[in-house]
């Protein structure tokens, strides 16, 4: 066949584009992953007159290898002081509670996320009157259901069905209490499957695992028995949880305090427990694999925990409001070690640093 002036262009013109779109060996690798922490700050300004303190800082490259605070983006929710914070990949929605230092604030704030950045803002908030003390939250995406761990006056599990779209103020769709609950102090949920994890403090706390929770539709669940508990022996004050299913990996974070008042002192621990999958299948009293903690670690009191979730990922992430700061530690590090990276919030509106309370990290490949 003959070539016409045409079809020779088009033919140039094509195996220019295919040689200039070639990635040649010298161009390093496309890194699409995302690894965001977002933050939550107690601080709240009550007066009127007086600017607000943010209450939400991101920190978009959270596994940055030198410095996880390089970039940094912040933010105020409507929260009267920051409390629980969580976020889910497919609710596309950061939920954050109020603390309640100054006034009764039980609404639930929603924020939505960019997906290319990370980047916050408000959406209308989820008005209700149940939820006055949130410590932990955890979302269920094929049920599109939103859990909340809300520990006063007794503890309860309320579940809001389609949170994202809520803008009008309902009652729960369903309520789950405890048979011993007025001897639970619970902070922090997880759903594995569709067993609920509930985190307990106390002398030889540990955790909760209550089978096939999550599958019922029951508007109310009373009485309730966890199937196992497992218990940590030593701990003090078991308060945020995480657990990796990738990695099969769980943490807790606890600490002891000495003393009151003036001469009150911490010593935080990071509790780490490998292969958590057999250990959660009887109960029983567990031993972490590793324990972080020591002056070295600047670890006072940790109340939560965040592991990296991604295939043998490197990291986890502590807030810490005595210390004033988000530690990231190695998943390998065990015992008197320094934190491998800090980040601390300073506003200039503020006289102090500012007092981190809850963390959720966004890490995907």
């Known amino acids: 066949m003959k070539l016409t002036p045409i079809h020779i262009l088009l033919a140039i013109f094509c195996f220019v584009v295919v040689f200039a779109c070639e990635r040649t060996d010298d161009e390093p690798p496309v890194d699409n992953s995302i690894s965001r922490l977002y933050i939550s700050y107690s601080n709240y300004q009550p007066n009127n007159d007086a600017p607000k303190y943010n209450n939400v800082v991101l920190l978009p490259y959270a596994d940055d290898s030198t410095n996880m605070g390089a970039v940094v983006q912040t933010f105020r929710s409507e929260a009267q002081g920051g409390n629980s914070i969580y976020f889910h990949p497919s609710s596309q929605r950061i939920f954050h509670s109020s603390i309640n230092n100054s006034s009764i604030d039980t609404f639930m704030n929603k924020l939505s996320v960019g997906e290319l950045t990370g980047a916050l803002a408000l959406e209308k908030q989820i008005p209700n009157q149940v939820l006055k003390s949130v410590k932990g939250m955890v979302f269920h ?116 305090q000495s003393g009151s008042g003036e001469t009150v002192s911490y010593q935080g621990r990071i509790l780490l427990f490998d292969n958590f999958s057999s250990m959660s299948e009887t109960s029983g009293t567990i031993t972490p694999s590793r324990i972080i903690t020591g002056a070295l670690t600047e670890l006072k009191q940790p109340v939560d925990v965040e592991l990296d979730f991604r295939k043998d990922s490197k990291y986890l992430y502590v807030a810490d409001p005595v210390s004033k700061a988000v530690f990231r530690f190695l998943k390998t590090d065990k015992g008197n070690v320094a934190p491998d990276n800090v980040y601390q919030y300073k506003q200039e509106r503020m006289p102090d640093v500012s007092t981190p309370v809850s963390i959720s990290l966004d890490a995907r490949n």
């Not at 809520?166 to 011993?180: C, E, I, V, W």
């Not at 569709?194 to 706390?205: E, F, H, V």
């Not at 966890?226 to 990695?247: C, F, H, K, Q, Y």
């Open 141 to 256: 995406p094929n049920l599109d259901r939103l859990y909340f761990i809300n520990v006063e006056p007794n503890p309860n599990v309320y579940v809001f069905d389609r949170p994202r779209g809520l803008s009008d103020d309902r009652k729960p769709g369903q309520t789950l209490s405890f048979a011993n609950a007025a001897e639970l102090t619970p902070w922090d949920l997880a759903i594995v499957n569709s067993n609920l994890y509930m985190s307990k403090s106390g002398t030889d706390g540990g955790i909760d695992i209550y089978e096939n929770l999550i599958s019922s539709r029951d508007s109310v669940r009373s009485g309730l028995t966890p199937a196992r508990s497992l218990r940590v022996a030593d701990a003090s004050n078991i308060r945020g949880m995480s657990i990796d299913t990738v990695n099969n990996m769980l943490a807790l974070t606890d600490f002891i």
